[in-house]
């Protein structure tokens, strides 16, 4: 089976730099992705780590670290509108390599 | 091109009634994922489908619930006998084959109250 762990809340300031970090124990997958959710709208991808190392898009960047079996997702130059929850996902290997599980989600505050 | 559409977005069903929870994928995608969230919560999953198969349903309970997505039509989440437990949002995502990443193209929800 697959679990995750986050922290359940965050709390930064405008402009900031914030860390979400993620554990997580695993029978093996494919990759780490991360996803954005306001306000219990649709959930939306943010990024997907198949390889250990640092992906960057933008503001946000996010790691893997297989051996460590953890993952984090850096968002920058923090605005208002991060403010939401923000989950790591794992996908599953073959034969339901299209199914992910999630976290429980860290809710981001962000403070004028 | 359209997003995932799930319809309807609120649901209001008394116990022992059935609800019926219906979802378009987007454009070109075969395959079809359910997860239900309860307040403050994670996505927890239910069900994965390609068409008019069932991939996974080890996350969906074995009695009341039942899932489908035929040839044509939309993927339909079935909850029969519905209890007060039943109410949460249920999302509804799909993904394309070929995407190494997996990327999820979620809706945004239905939402069911059981009273």
């Known amino acids: 089976g697959q679990s995750l762990e986050q922290p359940s809340e965050v709390t930064a300031v405008e402009g900031a730099i914030v860390q979400i970090n993620c554990t997580y124990q695993t029978s093996g997958f494919y990759g780490l992705s991360w996803y954005q959710q306001h306000d219990g709208g649709a959930p939306t991808f943010l990024s997907y780590?198949?390889?250990?190392g640092l992906e960057e898009t933008g503001r946000f960047s996010s790691f893997l670290s297989r051996s460590d079996s953890y993952g984090y997702l850096l968002l920058q130059e923090l605005q208002m509108k991060d403010s939401a929850s923000y989950f790591c996902?794992?996908?599953?290997?073959?034969?339901?390599?299209?199914?992910?599980?999630f976290g429980d989600g860290t809710t981001l505050t962000v403070k004028p | 091109n359209a997003g995932v559409m799930q319809n309807p977005r609120h649901l209001v069903r008394r116990r022992g009634q059935e609800a019926r929870l219906r979802c378009s994928p987007m454009?070109?995608?075969?395959?079809v994922y359910w997860y239900r969230q309860l307040p403050e919560e994670g996505l927890k999953f239910m069900v994965y489908l390609q068409k008019e198969n069932i991939i996974d349903e080890s996350g969906m309970p074995k009695e009341r619930f039942s899932a489908e997505f035929p040839k044509e039509g939309p993927s339909i989440l079935r909850i029969q006998q519905v209890v007060r437990g039943d109410s949460a949002a249920y999302f509804c995502a799909s993904s394309l084959t070929t995407d190494p990443t997996g990327e999820l193209f979620f809706g945004e929800g239905s939402r069911l109250t059981v009273l």
């Open positions: 454009k070109g995608h075969s395959h």
């Open positions: 996902a794992v996908r599953d290997l073959a034969p339901n390599a299209g199914k992910s599980t």
């Open positions: 780590n198949a390889l250990d």
